[in-house]
C-alpha cells in the first residue's frame, strides 16, 4: 500500500431545514466491514494524536465537528490532508503511517476501523515501520 492508495470519500448528506444528516453504512460508503469505532475529542491545542501504522487494520477517519489534518507517510512519500467537513472522510489501508495534528478547538474526529482492537497490530516506531514490507 501507498499513500496514494489513501481515498477521501464523500458520504451521502440529506440536507434539510431541520438540519443535514449524513450516513456511513459498511462495505457501502467504507470499503469494509465496520467492528469498531472511536472518537477522539477534547484534544488540548498543538496535541498530536496516532503516530503509528497498522498491520493489518483499515481505517475510515470524520471530522464530525471542526478540522484536524491527517499526516500520510509510507515510508517513501508523505501527504497532508485536511479533513473539515462531516460529509466526507478518509479511508487508510493498512500499512500506512498516519498521524493526526492541527487539531481546531472542539474538534471531534470519527475513526471507524475494520478489526477489533489488539494492540499487536500497531507499530508505533517509525523507523521500524520502514522496514516494514510495504
Ligand atoms: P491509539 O490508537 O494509539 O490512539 P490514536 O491513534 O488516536 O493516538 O489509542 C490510544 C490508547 O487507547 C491506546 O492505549 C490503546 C487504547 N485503545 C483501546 O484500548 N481500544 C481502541 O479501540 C483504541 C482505538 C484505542
Redesign the pocket.
Known amino acids: 500500500m501507498t499513500i496514494n492508495d489513501c481515498k477521501l470519500i464523500n458520504l451521502p448528506k440529506v440536507n434539510d431545514p431541520r438540519g443535514n444528516l449524513s450516513i456511513i453504512e459498511q462495505n457501502k460508503h467504507v470499503p469494509f466491514k465496520i467492528k ?1 469505532a ?1 472518537w ?1 475529542y477534547d484534544v488540548p491545542g498543538g496535541e ?5 501504522a497498522y498491520r493489518s487494520t483499515e481505517e475510515f477517519i470524520v471530522a464530525l465537528s471542526g478540522s484536524f489534518d491527517v499526516v500520510l507517510d509510507d515510508g517513501r512519500e508523505r501527504r497532508v490532508v485536511q479533513l473539515n467537513r462531516s460529509y466526507y472522510g478518509l479511508h487508510i489501508p493498512q500499512g500506512i503511517w ?1 498521524q ?1 495534528g492541527n487539531f481546531s478547538t472542539n474538534s471531534v ?1 470519527l ?1 471507524l ?1 475494520s478489526t ?2 489488539d ?1 499487536s497490530d ?1 507499530i ?1 516506531d517509525f523507523e521500524e515501520y520502514k522496514q516494514t514490507e510495504k
Open positions: 469498531r472511536a477522539i498530536n494524536r496516532g503516530g503509528h498516519r493526526m474526529a475513526v476501523y477489533e482492537f494492540s500497531y508505533r
